[in-house]
């Protein structure tokens, strides 16, 4: 089943996140073809792991449930990722101190890292708000290519690069000709080097497509890595993205391969412009053009066109995982505020297209509300076919993996959750997880006079700061006569995972799954070991 989701950000004339609308509210289109929407959830950040802090289902013989402290488990996490690859050194001062100030009022339950494009100064997530500032302070450009004479006379940006090389743009190779021309052939008869000047702008351009694309690939490649590991934090997941935005040309299959993990993974991407109110250099008096007086003003459309088309692909990481996209602003104060915030309210529509290709082609996708009028709309503009079939056992193996790592508990099976833990030692512990199932309520499938189905069990701890600490897996095969369903697991059996681990604070999440119904439950627990 080739099953898509659409994360969907529904405002009102001030701003405000809607909440309380249900399936039958919404429209959905490929391709401007109607689709059925067959899944549907309401999202409210946090308020699963909250509710999980809460919950103290943890015995001890020696110690009563009600004398131990509530666990301090962390509820949301927030992934500042910095593109010091294509940021320049003022922009990154403005928004480092600007990172800095914001992350020192995060809540005791909050924990931040901070990763950037170019691998270098990263911090995993930690609520050690020192270690936090000292990273940031060490935050510098790292561009690929290094920097480049600012007196350089013939230059080929990474914007019309794309349109000569990949465009095949008759006017920006014309523009590019007679800077060739000006700068490097001047004083010599057109006729007679025309070609080497072509050659130059080739080789030029080439050289700077190159460059820019390979920029662009690390930068997706790294928002890539943090979506993973955003995607194994058990809480609120929100990624901060801050850069001056940067081309995607023919790279849309890389950008949608984030914005499906990101919406699987329930990650919120905020994307914040660092460039804040933004003046192309063509409007900078301090700022020298090109030496050829015949083509300043196409330079300068070019930078506007460039500037705009650099913080499309902002808006569109935003747009599709139910974030903020900040902008044409130098309140960075603000920004960080609104781009660390996801939505109160946000909806995930589920749909499975009819007769979809494999041909990994491009589908269009428009997402509206049937009333009240005058509501925006904020959900991504596609997605791609897939190029083969799924597997089935790789399917199922995700779906596990998915819900284990997910923030939300489903009850679509009879589980209970219950954890006790024996203390050995002052500094030594035995935790153990205890998965309760109703047999008689699962869907089984009788064959031979048999009850047959199939269940993984998935238990796992996570510490304090969200990192695992250990995850098993057991799996139950039941082919059972009814007179054993009947007698013998009237009461329902009971899966027991134990732990070894030292005292803190832990959060256990349990994930069931059947085989034959191919439903999932997920359940939180919140322990405290003193």
Do not use: W
């Not at 969907?8 to 919404?26: M, W």
């Not at 691998?119 to 480049?148: S, Y």
């Not at 660390?340 to 995930?348: D, E, G, K, T």
């Not at 935790?431 to 998935?458: C, F, P, Q, S, Y």
Request: charge should be negative; proline fraction near 5%; include cysteine.
């Amino acid at each position: 089943m080739n099953l898509v989701l659409v994360r969907v950000v529904v405002r009102d004339s001030k701003g405000q996140p809607v909440g309380n609308l249900h399936k039958e509210d919404f429209q959905l289109f490929d391709n401007r073809k109607a689709q059925s929407i067959t899944q549907f959830s309401e999202e409210q950040p946090g308020a699963q792991t909250a509710a999980a802090r809460a919950k103290l289902n943890t015995s001890e013989e020696s110690v009563p449930a009600e004398t131990i402290k509530p666990p301090d488990v962390a509820e949301r996490y927030i992934a500042y990722l910095f593109d010091d690859v294509h940021l320049d050194l003022g922009d990154l001062m403005q928004v480092r101190n600007a990172a800095d100030r914001h992350i020192a009022k995060l809540r005791p339950t909050d924990r931040a890292a901070i990763f950037t494009t170019s691998g270098q100064n990263v911090l995993d997530f930690t609520d050690d708000h020192a270690k936090l500032h000292e990273t940031l302070l060490a935050l510098l450009p790292r561009p690929i290519a290094g920097v480049g004479s600012v007196n350089e006379c013939f230059t080929i940006s990474y914007y019309v690069a794309d349109l000569i090389e990949n465009k095949r743009d008759l006017q920006a190779n014309a523009v590019a000709l007679q800077d060739a021309l000006t700068c490097n052939f001047q004083g010599m008869p057109v006729a007679q080097v025309q070609a080497a000047a072509q050659s130059l702008v080739d080789a030029t351009a080439y050289q700077a497509l190159d460059l820019g694309q390979h920029e662009s690939h690390v930068t997706l490649g790294v928002l890539n890595a943090v979506i993973r590991r955003m995607s194994v934090m058990p809480g609120q997941r929100s990624v901060v993205f801050v850069s001056p935005g940067f081309l995607t040309p023919q790279m849309e299959f890389e950008y949608s391969e984030a914005i499906d993990r990101a919406v699987r993974s329930q990650v919120t991407i905020g994307t914040l412009d660092a460039r804040g109110l933004y003046v192309p250099p063509g409007f900078d008096a301090s700022i020298p053009g090109p030496g050829n007086l015949l083509t300043q003003g196409q330079h300068t459309m070019y930078d506007v066109s460039a500037a705009s088309a650099n913080a499309d692909i902002l808006s569109v990481l935003a747009d599709a995982t139910g974030g903020f996209f900040f902008h044409n602003s130098n309140d960075l104060d603000e920004g960080f505020q609104r781009v660390a915030s996801a939505p109160a309210y946000s909806y995930v529509l589920g749909f499975s297209p009819q007769n979809l290709k494999l041909d990994g082609s491009f589908h269009s996708l428009k997402v509206g509300v049937k009333s009240p009028p005058k509501l925006e709309v904020q959900a991504r503009r596609g997605y791609f076919a897939p190029k083969h079939a799924a597997d089935p056992a790789q399917e199922a193996k995700q779906e596990i993996e998915d819900a284990l790592f997910s923030q939300e508990e489903v009850h679509s099976l009879p589980v209970e959750l219950h954890t006790q833990f024996f203390k050995s030692g002052e500094t030594d512990a035995k935790l153990t997880v205890l998965a309760h199932i109703d047999v008689r309520r699962l869907r089984l499938h009788k064959a031979d006079g048999r009850n047959n189905d199939e269940l993984t069990v998935v238990s796992a701890l996570f510490n304090g700061n969200g990192n695992l600490v250990q995850g098993l897996q057991k799996t139950v095969t039941m082919h059972l006569k009814d007179e054993t369903l009947a007698t013998k697991l009237g009461s329902g059996i009971t899966v027991k995972t134990s732990f070894d681990v030292k005292p803190g604070s832990y959060l256990v999440r349990l994930v069931v799954r059947d085989a034959e119904a191919q439903l999932v439950s997920a359940e939180n627990g919140a322990v405290r070991i003193p």
